[in-house]
């Protein structure tokens, strides 16, 4: 047993210099630079006043009158295989495809004269599911 006490005292006597030395060498932490101001708020661009102008209803509705007729829907084939047309150009496949089949077929029956009541039911099923363009219905 003396033998591992004449170990344990010179061991202490190295540690406990060094570990004095250890805790007294440390630094605290420095406190961190101040951060830089915040630039001012930029101030709103001034506001404009708004106005509502007014417009004279009668004139507009009696244009649309005149344009139209009486004012209501036509429905004939023409309009219809316009809108066909034109909702064909704007299409992707094959939605374009069916479109201008559909348009194909309604073309020629208003160059036959045929009644839009008779033909439309052919331009649906060309159609395959898709909506039929407002001036079809």
Do not use: F, H, W
Request: charge should be negative; hydrophobic fraction near 40%; aromatic fraction near 0%.
């Amino acid at each position: 047993m003396k033998a591992s006490g004449s170990v344990t005292l010179p061991v202490l006597g190295l540690l406990v210099p060094l570990l004095g030395l250890a805790l007294v060498s440390c630094k605290e932490d420095e406190a961190p630079p101040p951060l830089p101001s915040a630039a001012p708020a930029p101030t709103p661009p001034p506001q404009e006043e708004l106005r509502i102008q007014e417009e004279d209803v009668a004139v507009d509705v009696a244009e649309d009158v005149k344009k139209t007729g009486v004012g209501g829907r036509t429905n004939n084939l023409s309009t219809c295989c316009a809108a066909l047309n034109q909702n064909a150009a704007n299409a992707p496949e094959p939605n374009a495809s069916y479109l201008r089949t559909a348009a194909t077929l309604c073309s020629g029956a208003a160059a036959a004269g045929s009644a839009p009541g008779s033909v439309l039911p052919q331009i649906r099923a060309a159609l395959k599911g898709m909506n039929m363009p407002a001036g079809c219905q």
